[in-house]
Structures are given as structure tokens and as C-alpha cells.
């Protein structure tokens, strides 16, 4: 049997989008199946460059994120950061940092002394 549109409001549909009724083999018409709705998109993240010397410890909100060097990049999504690095019992490099999708990398270079 052939398959039939089904009134809904004009309004539930996207432009590129159709509900039909399916018609069952004892001729009934079975309800349309609904979709589920699409996962939303992840943040774009945006990379942060590390160049540190000699080294540093990489903070992130607190939480340790790895060693600079060896850590080069960090990918973060939008939204404020503190950054805090590390080294030793010297002064420690702090910074707020704000990230914005569409962002263009973001590079932190820092000498302890």
C-alpha cells in the first residue's frame, strides 16, 4: 500500500521536512515516528600555545594540566580560564583567560628568571 502525508501543524516542520502515515498490512495506518532530536554541536575550541622556559607546570582552573615543555597545546572550549604556571619556588605567571568560539589560537610565552 502507498504511504499517505499526515496533517500536522505547518509550523513543527523544518522547511525540508515531511511527516507520512505508513499504512499496515491489515490496511490500518500506523503513527509517524518521531525522530529524536539532534545532539547540539560541541564548542569549538580554541588551541592555547605554551612556550615556557626553562619549564613550567600548567594550572587550568586549578587543576594540573601537564608540564611545559614537554605540553605545547592545550585546546580549550569557550569561556574563562585562570592559568597559573609553576616553577619551583620561583613567581608564578597568572593570567585570566577568555575564550570565544571562533577564536584565533591564543599563545603564552613566559621566561621564569
Not at 19 to 25: F, K, L
Not at 39 to 60: H, L, M, N, Q, S
Amino acid at each position: 500500500m502507498a504511504a499517505s502525508a499526515a496533517t500536522v501543524p505547518a509550523a513543527s516542520l523544518g522547511p525540508s521536512e515531511t511527516v507520512v502515515a505508513i499504512a499496515t498490512a491489515s490496511g490500518a495506518t500506523a503513527a509517524p515516528v518521531e525522530e529524536p532530536p539532534a545532539a547540539p554541536k560541541p564548542p569549538d575550541t580554541v588551541p592555547v600555545r605554551f612556550k615556557i622556559r626553562p619549564w613550567g607546570e600548567v594550572y587550568v582552573g586549578g587543576a594540573k594540566r601537564g608540564v611545559s615543555p614537554p605540553l605545547r597545546t592545550l585546546s580549550l572550549a569557550p569561556g574563562v580560564y585562570q592559568i597559573e604556571i609553576r616553577n619551583g619556588n620561583l613567581k608564578p605567571l597568572r593570567r585570566t583567560l577568555k575564550i570565544e568560539a571562533g577564536d584565533r589560537p591564543v599563545s603564552i610565552d613566559y621566561a621564569f628568571e
